[in-house]
């Protein structure tokens, strides 16, 4: 029987907000629980839905299931150090954004932004159905770019593993480990980022 592990995290708020983002954080192990196309597909849905600029929607996404063909090969493009714990995931994909905007070879300033939006729907979705995401910047981008037949005008730029939450951090490397069951989060104070104001510049 699969060992379910249960971390709970502690998110020190200074101000209220909805559980779904309270309780979110990116795992590094996951259960061995299968994911379905069918919820591949309920993820892309509530990304779909996300604002962009003009609606072009300039999110392009290469998914693949544990245990397929498609999955290897986008392991196969993540850098040594997100594979050592990546092995774990049921699903990984591969996002990248047009960057230009539609008809015409004008940038698209945006679609990173968009990207971004697009991404945040996926998490909040992903994490109402038990899903863990971790998003990864260690991505071979120009093997990414090649292997999967990407066009001059879409810029890969993330790899994403997925799984359910309920993995043993004993499958970690040992530093991973420790940062897996490491309880309280942290993050910036808001008056480090947002300012009434003149922007200042915090370090």
Request: proline residues 5%; neutral net charge; charged residues 30%.
């Amino acid at each position: 029987m699969e060992k379910l592990t249960t971390i709970q995290k502690i998110t020190p708020l200074d101000y209220p907000v909805l559980d779904n983002i309270k309780n979110r954080w990116s795992p590094r192990n996951f259960a061995e629980t299968p994911i379905t196309e069918e919820k591949v597909k309920v993820l892309l849905e509530a990304g779909r839905w996300a604002p962009s600029a003009s609606n072009i929607q300039p999110w392009r996404v290469i998914w693949g299931i544990k245990g397929t063909e498609m999955y290897d090969r986008i392991f196969d493009c993540l850098d040594e150090f997100n594979q050592s714990w990546a092995v774990n995931s049921q699903m990984l994909w591969i996002n990248a954004f047009k960057k230009t905007m539609e008809k015409n070879e004008k940038e698209n300033f945006h679609a990173l932004h968009d990207l971004g939006l697009f991404m945040g729907n996926i998490v909040q979705q992903a994490h109402s159905m038990n899903i863990g995401v971790h998003q990864m910047a260690g991505v071979q981008f120009k093997k990414a770019q090649k292997d999967f037949h990407f066009p001059e005008d879409y810029h890969v730029t993330t790899a994403v593993a997925f799984g359910y939450f309920g993995g043993d951090p004993e499958d970690l490397p040992d530093d991973l480990k420790k940062q897996e069951l490491e309880k309280m989060r942290e993050r910036k104070p808001q008056q480090e980022f947002a300012f009434n104001g003149n922007f200042k510049d915090k370090k």
